[in-house]
């Protein structure tokens, strides 16, 4: 098997992961890993056996060396994609890029332009293209089983304690900090969407607002933290206590450990108790510097003349579900239920597909229903055995993508529906 070496910027969560699955899929090698915070980077050095000399603090550090290995992981939050991005362009580096490619239009074409100028290959973190659910729905449109698509129905139910912790307390719930909502969370699904459909987008509209996670509906009486004696702790569905500090099989992280690690601190009480006392996280949830949408519709009208509409909310439990409608049949699909149902018109039967077992590679199964483990498949596919096909989110096709979302963006804002072909023009080579 050829190995190919790589190179970890941004040891988090996602950064770990790819380390992992690289591992697990065999033909990777990780050479050098840089985060500033030495509890982050452990986990890769112990990993992959790394010298002292093999990590770095920062990705300024590791890009300043000589190009090191085939491959960049980019995986820092979202407003530090672009620069470490540039640069390992820049230094001959094929990438495996964190979404969203960066949180403007304007740096999300200028990384596609350069990636085609430097001949470099960018395979963009759309790990729900790499699902067995989604695959098997793309494979049931490919091949003609519900005719042409005419309308698409998505639903994007975030889960109200993921998006507590993520999209009001944690990386993602500030604009300024890191990107608007529907680029942070639901680039995946309008991806999704374009590829389903298989057209350009002729139009957009959004609509959707923040309206629950807000200071005017803090309950009466509640402290900044809720550490400190919060009178509505006990019934309150987003107590930090609840969510990191006693955590519970309700809680998002289930485990103490998983939530001292969400915290980024080690599992003990003092450690565990200064975090929820300083940092946002440990925050009255209507007391936050959030200011993301926790609810939003995006309606698309494609150049084939199918239209979709998606609807991201915060107040739910968790899932996707889609309805593709087309001239032959429908699919409905509910990925957390491993359920893809088709309708076919020619029998009007129903047919029932578990796409996570029917065994087509059982090793697809793992982080992100598959998709974790499907995307470094496909990247090793991808690089050395030169796979082009219509899996790949590759980087021209992932920065149109999100140019639809920057449009469904300014169409929320200025309450205008955008024209895609002039949008696109205003950035694309
Ligand atoms: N593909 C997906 O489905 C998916 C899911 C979740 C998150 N993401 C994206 O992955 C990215 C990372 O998210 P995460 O949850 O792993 O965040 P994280 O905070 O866990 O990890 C980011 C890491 O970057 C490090 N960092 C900060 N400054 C740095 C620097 N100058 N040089 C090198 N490293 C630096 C931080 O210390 C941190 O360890 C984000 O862009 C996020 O939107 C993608």
Not at 143 to 153: E, R, T
Not at 272 to 301: M, P, R, W
Not at 340 to 353: L, P
């Amino acid at each position: 098997m050829k190995e190919l070496t790589a190179i970890i910027i941004g040891a988090g969560a996602r950064g770990q992961i790819y380390a992992h699955q690289m591992k697990a899929h065999g033909g990777f090698k990780v050479v050098g890993v840089a985060d500033p915070i030495e509890l982050q980077r452990n986990d890769i050095k112990n990993l992959y056996n790394l010298s002292e000399e093999a990590c770095f603090d920062s990705w300024e550090d590791i890009l300043a060396q000589p190009k090191m290995a085939d491959i960049a992981v980019i995986a820092t939050v979202d407003k530090y994609h672009y620069l470490p991005a540039m640069a390992a362009i820049e230094k001959g580096y094929d990438l495996l890029l964190e979404k969203p490619v960066a949180p403007t239009a304007k740096e999300c074409a200028d990384i596609a332009n350069a990636a085609k100028e430097k001949g470099c290959k960018i395979l963009v973190c759309h790990v729900l293209r790499y699902t067995p659910f989604f695959m098997k729905i793309k494979e049931l449109i490919s091949n003609g089983a519900i005719g042409k698509v005419l309308s698409v129905h998505h639903c994007e139910c975030v889960g109200h304690l993921h998006y507590a912790h993520s999209f009001v307390r944690g990386n993602f719930g500030n604009t300024a900090d890191s990107s608007c909502m529907l680029l942070a969370k639901s680039c995946h699904d309008i991806d999704i969407l374009q590829w389903l459909v298989g057209s350009e987008c002729e139009k957009v509209s959004s609509f959707g607002t923040l309206s629950h996670f807000t200071k005017e509906n803090a309950p009466q009486g509640a402290p900044e933290y809720c550490i400190e004696g919060c009178p509505h702790e006990k019934e309150c569905h987003y107590s930090a206590l609840k969510a990191y500090y006693n955590p519970d099989e309700k809680s998002w992280f289930k485990s103490k450990e998983a939530g001292a690690a969400a915290l980024k601190v080690e599992c003990n009480e003092e450690d565990v108790k200064k975090a929820l006392s300083t940092t946002q996280f440990g925050k009255c949830i209507y007391k936050c510097n959030n200011d993301v949408v926790d609810h939003q519709v995006v309606n698309i009208e494609f150049t084939n003349g199918a239209v979709a509409s998606f609807n991201m909310s915060a107040f739910n439990h968790h899932g996707r579900f889609i309805r593709v409608m087309g001239t032959e049949g429908e699919i409905y699909g509910d990925i957390d239920a491993d359920l893809v149902k088709y309708f076919s018109f020619k029998t009007c039967e129903h047919e029932i597909i578990h796409p996570a077992n029917m065994a087509v590679d059982s090793a697809m199964r793992g982080g992100h229903a598959g998709g974790d483990k499907g995307i470094i498949q496909t990247l090793y596919k991808y690089l050395v055995e030169g796979y082009d096909g219509e899996l790949l989110s590759e980087i021209g096709i992932s920065v149109y993508n999100h140019l639809i979302t920057f449009a469904a963006e300014e169409s929320r804002l200025s309450g205008r529906i955008v024209e895609m072909k002039e949008f696109t023009e205003k950035y694309l080579k």
